[in-house]
């Protein structure tokens, strides 16, 4: 069966190997993945099912998770560049009723960083409203021995909730509106989003439960900002590509500001939610490789230079740009399978793209 796989076997013989071993494995059924150096497509192929006796395809939008996060930053690093905000705004100063609870020091670089510390909001029923899941943020309280800053650890949910709302008030549109009239339709990502669309083909990534496979993304009828983004996986590449200038426009053009975004602004602190080490950009996970190479959880592959910067998604994803190797990745398997086997499908898949690439 030509699965998409079978013409890159030549170019890419570990990689496409390393994929084949995630579908004989039972780990996923399906997936997409795109590889460019400098801008040039490398490999952008599909395989396997979206759902059973659906083939996967290119143009089917997949869900990414996490992996979208970086692009809620992007759009407050605009912000910034506007000077409608400042990185160390107090959070509260675009939302007075987030000063709450001991939250009243945390700023808009303690979101981005994930040292804000107020976890707890990240579990907020699935059922509310958009207005109802900013005021459960907004009353959720400091973790006990917080300080802003001093500790780290990862938001999945509830940071990017409150970010989300900052640029729905300076843009005085809805979030997805915005994202895609700001971030994504500019470059080039048109089949991309952060809640569903009936005109671009679905595949849903699936947990698997007891033996059964559901979708492990529950829909709503408002975005999710750091977990529901979904599109087409070249699509993920195409903003990696431009924010390495090797596509235009640059979502983020003032180059100082988006150099910092993408760089260690973290460093050296352990993650209370990761529980490792892992440095931080701002909105985006810098190559932890130093603190562990074997050990570091949603890593680029043990050949990534130290300059590399993306974001994985849970159990399922990963994007990053190695800005050292004019490379940029990204890819989407469709189950999640539990976090040791992805872990191991993580570090194995992205260190064979290297090796494939000579980069090893």
Same mark, same amino acid.
């Given at each position: 069966?030509?699965?998409?796989?079978?013409?890159?076997?030549?170019?890419? $013989?570990?990689? !496409?190997? #390393?994929?084949?071993?995630?579908?004989? &494995?039972?780990?996923?059924?399906?997936? &997409?993945? @795109?590889?460019?150096?400098?801008?040039?497509?490398?490999? =952008?192929?599909?395989?396997?099912?979206?759902?059973?006796?659906?083939?996967?395809?290119?143009?089917?939008?997949?869900?990414?998770?996490?992996?979208?996060?970086?692009? !809620?930053?992007?759009?407050?690093?605009?912000?910034?560049?506007?000077?409608? *905000?400042?990185?160390?705004?107090?959070?509260?100063?675009?939302?007075?009723?987030?000063?709450?609870?001991?939250?009243?020091?945390?700023?808009?670089?303690?979101?981005?960083?994930?040292?804000?510390?107020?976890?707890?909001?990240?579990?907020?029923?699935?059922?509310?409203?958009?207005?109802?899941?900013?005021? =459960?943020?907004?009353?959720?309280?400091?973790?006990?021995?917080?300080? $802003? %800053?001093?500790?780290?650890?990862?938001?999945?949910?509830?940071?990017?909730?409150?970010?989300?709302?900052?640029?729905?008030?300076?843009?005085?549109?809805?979030?997805? #509106?915005?994202?895609?009239?700001?971030?994504?339709?500019?470059?080039?990502?048109?089949?991309?989003?952060?809640?569903?669309?009936? &005109?671009?083909?679905?595949?849903? *990534?699936?947990?698997?439960?007891?033996?059964?496979?559901?979708?492990?993304?529950?829909?709503?009828?408002?975005?999710?900002?750091?977990?529901? #983004?979904?599109?087409?996986?070249?699509?993920?590449?195409?903003?990696?590509?431009?924010?390495?200038?090797?596509?235009?426009?640059? $979502?983020?053009?003032?180059?100082?500001?988006?150099?910092?975004?993408?760089?260690?602004?973290?460093?050296?602190?352990?993650?209370?939610?990761?529980?490792?080490?892992?440095?931080?950009?701002?909105?985006?996970?810098?190559?932890?490789?130093?603190?562990?190479?074997?050990?570091?959880?949603? %890593?680029?592959?043990?050949?990534?230079?130290?300059?590399?910067? %993306? =974001?994985?998604?849970?159990?399922?994803?990963?994007?990053?740009?190695?800005?050292?190797?004019? /490379? *940029?990745?990204?890819?989407?398997?469709?189950?999640?399978?539990?976090?040791?086997?992805?872990?191991?499908? *993580?570090?194995? /898949?992205?260190?064979?793209? @290297?090796?494939?690439?000579?980069? %090893?």
């Amino acid at each position: 069966m030509d699965d998409g796989l079978a013409k890159f076997k030549g170019s890419f $013989p570990r990689t !496409t190997a #390393a994929l084949r071993r995630t579908l004989d &494995q039972g780990l996923n059924t399906g997936g &997409q993945i @795109y590889i460019s150096t400098h801008g040039h497509p490398q490999m =952008h192929a599909s395989f396997g099912f979206a759902a059973p006796g659906v083939r996967m395809a290119n143009e089917m939008a997949i869900s990414w998770f996490s992996a979208g996060k970086p692009i !809620t930053a992007i759009a407050i690093g605009r912000l910034v560049a506007e000077g409608a *905000v400042r990185l160390d705004d107090p959070v509260a100063q675009s939302i007075p009723e987030f000063a709450q609870n001991g939250k009243e020091t945390i700023t808009l670089r303690h979101l981005l960083t994930h040292t804000g510390g107020f976890r707890s909001a990240d579990n907020h029923p699935e059922h509310l409203s958009w207005d109802e899941i900013i005021a =459960h943020i907004c009353a959720a309280p400091l973790e006990r021995n917080w300080i $802003p %800053g001093e500790k780290a650890g990862y938001s999945t949910r509830a940071s990017w909730f409150i970010l989300a709302q900052i640029v729905q008030q300076h843009r005085q549109c809805n979030f997805e #509106a915005c994202i895609r009239r700001e971030v994504l339709e500019p470059i080039g990502m048109r089949n991309s989003s952060f809640v569903a669309r009936p &005109q671009v083909p679905f595949a849903p *990534v699936y947990t698997s439960a007891n033996g059964a496979l559901t979708p492990a993304l529950q829909e709503t009828s408002y975005p999710r900002p750091g977990s529901s #983004a979904r599109g087409p996986i070249n699509e993920l590449g195409r903003f990696y590509e431009s924010l390495c200038g090797f596509v235009q426009p640059s $979502p983020l053009e003032d180059q100082r500001l988006l150099r910092e975004f993408t760089t260690r602004q973290r460093i050296g602190m352990y993650d209370q939610t990761f529980l490792h080490i892992i440095d931080m950009g701002l909105g985006f996970i810098i190559n932890s490789n130093e603190y562990g190479a074997e050990t570091v959880p949603y %890593g680029y592959g043990k050949h990534a230079s130290s300059a590399a910067f %993306g =974001h994985s998604g849970n159990q399922c994803s990963c994007a990053f740009a190695d800005p050292s190797h004019g /490379l *940029v990745v990204a890819w989407c398997l469709n189950q999640q399978p539990g976090e040791r086997l992805h872990q191991k499908r *993580v570090r194995d /898949l992205n260190s064979a793209i @290297y090796e494939d690439l000579g980069l %090893g």
